[in-house]
Nanobody, 126 residues
Framework: QVQLVESGGGLVQAGGSLRLSCAAS????????MAWFRQAPGKEREFVAG????????RYADSVKGRFTISRDNVKNTVYLQMNSLEPEDTGVYYC???????????????????WGQGTQVTVSS
C-alpha cells in the first residue's frame, strides 16, 4: 500500500503561483509513475501532469503546458507540482496519484492509477 498526502493548496489571485507537494509513505515510489489530476465542481477528474519513475519522461495537459512543472524526489518520496501564472480555470481539487509500472511510462486516465491522495483545494480568484 502507498499512502499519499497532498499539501500546498490555497487561495491565490490570477497570475499567482502555488507549489503542491505529495508525500508518499508505506512504500518507496521508485517503482511508481506519478501524476497530478484535478477535478472542478461538476466536472470529471482530469489529467494535469505525469512523470515516469526516474523523471526521464514528463507529460502535461495542453491547458497547463508552459505554466506547470511536475518533479519528483525519490529519496524524499515526494512529488511536486509547481504552478505558475494561475488562471481561474485552474480552480479545483488537485489529487496526487501513483501507478505501479515496470517500464518507463505515464498514465493519463484516472482508472489506470493505483493509489490516490485525499486532494488539496486550489482556488484562483479573478
Amino acid at each position: 500500500q502507498v499512502q499519499l498526502v497532498e499539501s500546498g493548496g490555497g487561495l491565490v489571485q490570477a497570475g499567482g503561483s502555488l507549489r503542491l507537494s505529495c508525500a508518499a509513505s508505506g512504500r518507496t515510489i521508485t517503482n511508481y509513475a506519478m501524476a497530478w489530476f484535478r477535478q472542478a465542481p461538476g466536472k470529471e477528474r482530469e489529467f494535469v501532469a505525469g512523470i515516469t519513475r526516474t523523471s526521464g519522461f514528463i507529460r502535461y495537459a495542453d491547458s497547463v503546458k508552459g505554466r506547470f512543472t511536475i518533479s519528483r524526489d525519490n529519496v524524499k518520496n515526494t512529488v511536486y507540482l509547481q504552478m505558475n501564472s494561475l488562471e481561474p480555470e485552474d480552480t479545483g481539487v488537485y489529487y496526487c496519484a501513483a501507478a505501479y509500472m515496470n517500464y518507463p511510462g505515464v498514465h493519463t486516465t484516472p482508472d489506470r492509477m493505483d493509489y490516490w491522495g485525499q486532494g488539496t483545494q486550489v482556488t484562483v480568484s479573478s
